[in-house]
């Protein structure tokens, strides 16, 4: 998969593209991420990406002309499947989007910064418009982040055996993950669950599924 991230401030992207599973993806070639500086694509003298909103009001609204360049530069090299605008105005992500989004080939990222970006921009290109939830933040980049991380390690190979994406809160019927333990067996006299010392892995299984449903039911106040 390759995903191109357009933003105004591409070293908030870096680090967590360049760590832990986001890292080992792209260093096993299973995901291509390209980060674009919008800046590069500024038109005046002192490479202004935004400008005061038309109409008055708080903020600062991210200016068309570099977008437009960057993205007919980049729709002019591969057809993207998804051209996502990150906003708090989109739709609700989840567990469903994210495997969906995992079957395509190539994505677009849009990040917006202070207000927002200027209409036209979503009009004439974006497809998608996506909220990481009902809160705002300071740009798209952390909810990029969000999104791609969710995504990548949905791809074949990206996560091990042992890490298996399928077994992930939200991909089975049991909701949430079960709680889980390491050792010691006992700290400060809490012990561990029996059931998972005992090495029955059908009680264990059972367990875990228990244990995923309840917790789900008491964090969203309804049964699965
Ligand atoms: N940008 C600012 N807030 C956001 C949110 N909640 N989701 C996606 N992008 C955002």
């Known amino acids: 998969m390759r995903i191109d991230v357009i933003s105004a401030v591409v070293k908030i992207l870096e680090a967590p593209l360049n760590e832990s599973i986001l890292k080992r993806a792209q260093d096993k070639g299973l995901a291509e991420i390209v980060l674009h500086n919008l800046r590069d694509y500024a038109t005046d003298r002192y ?3 935004d400008d005061k909103p038309f109409g008055g009001g708080a903020g600062m609204v991210l200016k068309p002309e ?11 090299e591969r057809s993207y499947d998804e051209v996502i605008y990150l906003t708090p105005q989109g739709a609700k992500f989840n567990q469903k989007k994210a495997n969906t989004l995992s079957l395509k080939k190539n994505l677009l990222f849009i990040c917006g910064h202070y207000k927002g970006i200027d209409q036209r921009v979503i009009d004439k290109y974006v497809t998608k418009e996506i909220s990481i939830g009902d809160y ?7 909810a990029a982040i969000v999104v791609i991380d969710s995504v990548v390690r949905l791809l074949p190979g990206v996560l091990g055996d042992s890490e298996s994406a399928l077994t992930d809160s939200f991909q089975t019927d049991s909701g ?14 809490m012990k561990v669950p029996e059931v998972l010392l005992g090495g029955n892995h059908k009680d264990i299984a059972a367990w875990r599924l228990e244990q995923g449903k309840k917790k789900y039911s008491r964090v969203k106040r309804k049964k699965l």
């Open 47 to 49: 490479r202004h990406v």
């Open 136 to 142: 705002v933040i300071t740009g798209g980049e952390a």
């Open 66 to 76: 570099p977008l437009f360049s960057c993205l007919d530069k980049l729709l002019g």
């Open 176 to 189: 949430f993950d079960a709680p889980v333990y390491t050792r010691p067996a006992e700290i400060d006299g």
